[in-house]
């Protein structure tokens, strides 16, 4: 069974820094793209990075040079589980929001697993 459990959110003021965790359990993630996931009320679930298991990253615009993503996978293969960092820096007020991790595939990191785990609140406010 797949499961995701994130952690790290919290509430800073703008310019502040942050860093998302997730422990990914169920697969073994170190064969999937991995992304970090921005849901703010009324809006969909949309990426903010992502890594393949290439190592390649991307991100959203608004986000470059400001949050890093990076993973590390289990030397173990029979442990099926990894995690998954997002180092958030000059936190702004649109970085608001509740943050998600899943596997994620194509272009358009769609996610993989519905599993979703309960997320993470990053707040940012003066």
């Known amino acids: 069974q797949v499961q995701f459990v994130e952690s790290g959110g919290a509430v800073v003021q703008p310019g502040g820094s942050l860093r998302l965790s997730c422990e990914a359990s169920?697969?073994?993630?170190?064969?999937?793209?991995m992304a970090w996931y921005r849901q703010v009320p009324g809006k969909q679930r949309d990426m903010v990075a992502g890594?393949?298991?290439?190592?390649?990253?991307?991100?959203?615009?608004?986000?470059k040079d400001r949050f890093t993503i990076s993973r590390v996978n289990t030397k173990d293969p029979d442990l099926l589980q990894g995690t998954l960092y997002l180092q958030m820096n000059n936190l702004n007020t649109n970085d608001t929001g509740l943050y998600y991790c899943n596997a994620g595939m194509g272009d358009t990191w769609f996610p993989m697993f519905d599993s979703w785990g309960q997320g993470t609140q990053v707040t940012v406010s003066s």
């Open positions: 890594i393949r298991a290439g190592g390649k990253t991307s991100y959203q615009d608004s986000v």
């Open positions: 169920g697969r073994d993630f170190s064969l999937y793209g």
